[in-house]
């Protein structure tokens, strides 16, 4: 008999460009078992290293010319979004954000696709404007993929899914690409003997003034602390005044966005996330995976990942002293440092690697299709 010629499915995402939603669907794409999937991706924006990835791998891309909702080019891209899914016979769209989520699933749904999954992988009050479309949505999809138990039972109890329609899928991590590594303290850093630090959006429901704040009461727990933040975005301008008026300046060091992380989380000894809202932190496994104590506010997702005692410490979220005593207490011990850091390791090497993720989707796209 002939082999069974592999299901076109259609990867969705906003941009091709940095992000934890973009890197997973860009990974997931090019890790699909190629005998039974056939990748496609789909976008708004195409522009991105993201992209460069796609077509190395010979991933087709298909570039929809959406701006916004209200204007002619939504129908536009409907009407080519619906060509493309016929023409290559999509048995399977998978969105990976909400803009997508509220563009592709209707037009998926009215297009005919056997199998319409969405992807919920933060709170949705962080994106009011989408909220009402994306609860249609809801109703739309076959299935809900959420990336935590948090963001399941956030979306049960806030938003109203039912319980069947949600599957579990958590982030993952290539294990093989972030990994412990020396220290190089390159400039600016390059006198400290202690960094503690952070990499991420600098948005605001990260929670950054925390940080600086408590690091502001720890300044003194050792000398060459210093405190790195690396990223770009909105919350910018006011965290560096923030420094200014702790008299930071000395000891907090900024730095913009890079595409490989690692070449920063190599640098930070205590990794610091204090979101005042979070799902299932691709930082946060990042930094574990390369090694770094962690530290967490308790909220959404992350005590799944740090867990108190063992694989990090946590602290109340917006409670500074709280921050600053675990804080303190990593600075001044390294053998504590040690301890979360190889436990952290572990946890995500043995139950976030990229491989059993894999699987783990491909069985749920099996379920839908077969």
Known sequence: MPATPPKPVLLMVRELGLGGSERQMAELAQALDKSEFEAHVGCFLE?????QELRRAGIPILALPVRSFMAFNALEGAWQMGRY??????????TFDLPL?????PVARAWGVPAVLSSQRA???????YHRLARFTDRLAHGIVVNCEAMRVHMIEDEGARPELLH??????DVEHYRPMPALR???????SLVVGVVCALRPEKGLTTLIDAFAQVRDSAPGLKLLIVGDGTMLAPLQQRVRERGLEQQCVFQPAVGDVREWLREIDIFVLPSLSEALSNSLLEAMASGCAVVASRVGGNPELVRDGDTGLLFTVENVEDLASQLRALIGSESLRKQLSESGLTLVRENYNRDASVQ?????YRSFLD
Do not use: E, M, S
């Open 47 to 51: 522009d991105g290293f993201r992209a």
């Open 85 to 94: 899914l016929r023409r290559h016979r999509i048995q399977l769209v998978h």
């Open 101 to 105: 989520t509220c563009f592709g699933v």
């Open 123 to 129: 709170y949705r009050n962080l994106q009011p404007r």
């Open 168 to 173: 579990v899928c958590p982030n993952w991590i």
């Open 186 to 192: 390159p400039q600016p850093i390059a006198d400290a």
């Open 360 to 364: 783990r989707i491909q069985k749920l």
